[in-house]
């Protein structure tokens, strides 16, 4: 499994920004898929997962209502769309696949949970 992340940028706080992470393999059929994020001298945390059977989605406490995980199986991407920016959204954020090991497990938000990890885009809002 390979991931490829971009999409990352500078924007000014209340923005808005869609990462991408471009998978292979077929990978979004068979793996959870999530994005977590790290900011310097931080640990990297949990921002949001998809499983695309079933639909389901998680996010963390901090992004909910201001962030959508969305997947196109048909094209093996994974998207993350970013609307009212604040400043402490800044870090490097990172997509990851877990593969799916039953349906009634479920979806993966802890990092060591996920095998494959993309490179980071890095997102920096302004105030």
């Known amino acids: 499994v390979q991931l490829q992340a971009s999409g990352g940028g500078l924007v000014q706080a209340g923005g808005s920004l869609r990462l991408s992470c471009a998978a292979s393999?077929?990978?979004?059929?068979?793996?959870?898929m999530g994005w977590f994020r790290q900011a310097p001298g931080k640990e990297r945390e949990f921002v949001a997962a998809i499983r695309l059977t079933g639909g389901r989605t998680l996010y963390a406490d901090s992004v909910k209502a201001r962030f959508t995980i969305s997947g196109d199986s048909a094209k093996d991407s994974l998207y993350l769309q970013m609307n009212t920016l604040k400043p402490e959204d800044t870090a490097a954020y990172y997509c990851?696949?877990?593969?799916?090991?039953?349906?009634?497990?479920?979806?993966?938000?802890?990092?060591?949970?996920?095998?494959?990890w993309g490179q980071g885009t890095q997102v920096t809002v302004s105030s």
């Open positions: 990851a696949a877990a593969p799916i090991k039953s349906l009634r497990y479920p979806t993966p938000r802890t990092r060591n949970e996920y095998a494959y």
């Open positions: 393999g077929r990978t979004l059929s068979s793996h959870d």
